[in-house]
Nanobody, 115 residues
Framework: QVQLVESGGGLVQPGGSLRLSCAAS????????MDWYRQAPGNERTLVAH???????DYADSVKGRFIISRDNAKNTVYLQMSSLKPEDTAVYYC?????????WGQGTQVTVSS
């Protein structure tokens, strides 16, 4: 059983920054990839950032240069540092992984970018 718990969301003004965290239970963390997805009202859930177990990263075009995904295997935690936030970044952010054929999602954390 894998559990993912996100934290760090909130209300921020345009141009501001937030750091999201996702704490994972289980011993599989260091050998699996991790993703951040987001879902705005009325929209599909979309991939924002991806990090392999070796630390290789990839990003959606809409966040390249503004968001950074990182991981701390000693803490079983993945982070999403978000900078230069825009109103269109407003969404519920979810962390995700897949392990032994199962998909695991956190409960989500709300990020609202508004003045």
């Amino acid at each position: 059983q894998v559990q993912l718990v996100e934290s760090g969301g909130g209300l921020v003004q345009p141009g501001g920054s937030l750091r999201l965290s996702c704490a994972a239970s289980g011993s599989m963390f260091s050998i699996t990839y991790m993703d951040w997805y987001r879902q705005a009202p009325g929209n599909e859930r979309t991939l924002v950032a991806h990090i392999t177990n070796g630390g290789i990263t990839d990003y959606a075009d809409s966040v390249k240069g503004r968001f950074i995904i990182s991981r701390d295997n000693a803490k079983n935690t993945v982070y999403l540092q978000m900078s230069s936030l825009k109103p269109e970044d407003t969404a519920v952010y979810y962390c995700h992984t897949s392990f032994r054929g199962y998909n695991y999602w956190g409960q989500g954390t709300q990020v609202t970018v508004s003045s």
